[in-house]
């Protein structure tokens, strides 16, 4: 049981750390790829939006497919699609080809995060649930905070195309080795269910078509405030450090490239650290939205220092940095509430649902925030000013109060499933 249990989650956590990689590293290297494409605020918005697009769409077929196919084989194929598309992101001579490689990173990598969850939930207890996706949110920020400071660093030493080339070539034998390795649950490899070990009867199995299960999820009034809360938070959180606050500190505070990526990396550590610390507090409290809530606030209060756009200590920045990243990390439990409320045969679809709305607010806050800095500053221009930034974030700010005032809604599960409550 260890063995297999632990084989399934390093591997899919492992596609998983590759897949924050991809999502942030145009931070790091906004320059790089403005030079070589010739691209605009709104064009370099979009071009690192194309991962989100594709993901976003993605996230209801992958609950789907892994309710229905297993995270097994999905696994695999997304590994081998994002795998071509990464090497095609690092060769690419054109603007059109970069969208086409990293469109299709974002196809295969969408597979990720739902896949992990139905791992934890098939692998380990119930009561582990968000202590599980807290230590894989972790795990996933590794691959944030390499392509931060480390990536930024890396690519004055090799070219960023010769990364991407590499991060291809990773995510093709990770999908050789989930193929050979994983099984989608106990029953797959001849052992008993995690309820079965502890005396109960096992969950019942999915029933019906796939159709029927997700509208059943989809009418549940108490999966979406969940959505709306990873819209308004997470949105805005993934918008900041995977595109933005690079480009900010250093044309608003004066920073060099490493120093800026430095704030970045701690926003993604803080974020990592808070992720796991939340769900582990979740747990042994058996709450979930006291912490939701309370993290909320401090997160919408953290983008207050940015709107007013003045010059602070370097300590002061890096701290508001790292409390904001910890903050962040409240909007994790939507994926155990979604879970919690809806059927557990269901919870690829369930969680799948949550998880859209977090990366429909990427794919549209990069490129808007983008539009908003170019209408402000004036054609032409890709050097932004005081007011510029304060518009532009201050778009982020708003959408991270309404996600906040989203949390008002989420139903308290007291990290059981209640939805024969």
């Not at 077929?61 to 097994?72: A, F, H, I, M």
């Not at 086409?100 to 295969?108: D, E, H, I, N």
């Not at 709305?357 to 808007?368: E, S």
Request: net charge positive; hydrophobic share 55%; with cysteine.
């Amino acid at each position: 049981m260890r063995r297999h249990r632990w084989t399934a989650f390093i591997l899919v956590a492992a596609a998983f750390i590759l897949s924050f990689f991809h999502r942030v590293a145009p931070a790091a290297i906004a320059g790089e790829l403005q030079t070589a494409f010739q691209t605009t605020g709104a064009t370099l918005g979009a071009l690192a939006a194309t991962y989100f697009y594709v993901y976003t769409v993605m996230q209801i077929p992958t609950g789907v497919l892994v309710d229905t196919l297993g995270p097994r084989r999905i696994l695999t194929l997304g590994g081998v699609v994002a795998g071509v598309g990464s090497m095609m992101f690092g060769l690419a001579d054109s603007f059109a080809m970069a969208a086409a490689g990293r469109t299709l990173v974002g196809f295969g990598v969408s597979f990720a995060f739902i896949s992990l969850l139905k791992v934890n939930a098939a692998w380990f207890y119930e009561r582990e649930f968000a202590t599980l996706t807290g230590l894989s949110m972790f795990m996933g920020n590794l691959g944030s905070v390499l392509s931060a400071a480390p990536l930024a660093w890396l690519v004055t030493v090799t070219s960023w195309r010769n990364v991407f080339v590499a991060a291809g070539g990773l995510s093709l034998a990770l999908a050789l080795l989930t193929w050979w390795l994983v099984r989608d649950h106990p029953g797959a490899a001849g052992l008993p269910s995690m309820r079965e070990l502890e005396g109960k009867a096992a969950h019942a199995p999915r029933e019906g078509h796939w159709l029927a299960n997700l509208g059943q999820v989809a009418r549940n009034r108490l999966t979406w405030p969940g959505f709306w809360v990873f819209f308004g938070l997470g949105g805005t959180f993934l918008t900041f450090a995977g595109l933005w606050a690079v480009p900010y500190l250093i044309q608003v505070h004066g920073m060099d490239r490493n120093l800026a990526t430095y704030h970045t990396s701690l926003l993604l550590i803080g974020f990592a650290v808070g992720s796991f610390a939340v769900g582990t507090l979740s747990d042994r409290l058996g709450h979930r939205k006291p912490l939701m809530l309370t993290l909320g606030a401090v997160y919408v209060l953290c983008w207050l220092p940015w709107l007013m756009a003045e010059p602070m200590p370097r300590v002061l920045s890096l701290a508001l940095f790292g409390v904001m990243g910890v903050a962040a990390a409240g909007f994790t439990l939507t994926w155990a509430c979604a879970k919690e409320v809806n059927p557990p045969a269901l919870s690829g679809m369930a969680t799948s649902l949550v998880n859209t709305g977090g990366f429909l607010g990427v794919a549209i806050y990069q490129p808007l925030v983008g539009w908003v800095l170019d209408a402000s500053a004036g054609p032409g221009l890709r050097v932004y000013g005081k007011d510029d930034w304060r518009l532009g974030l201050g778009v982020l700010a708003l959408l991270a109060l309404a996600g906040f005032a989203a949390a008002l809604f989420v139903r308290e599960t007291h990290c059981r499933n209640i939805c024969h409550d």
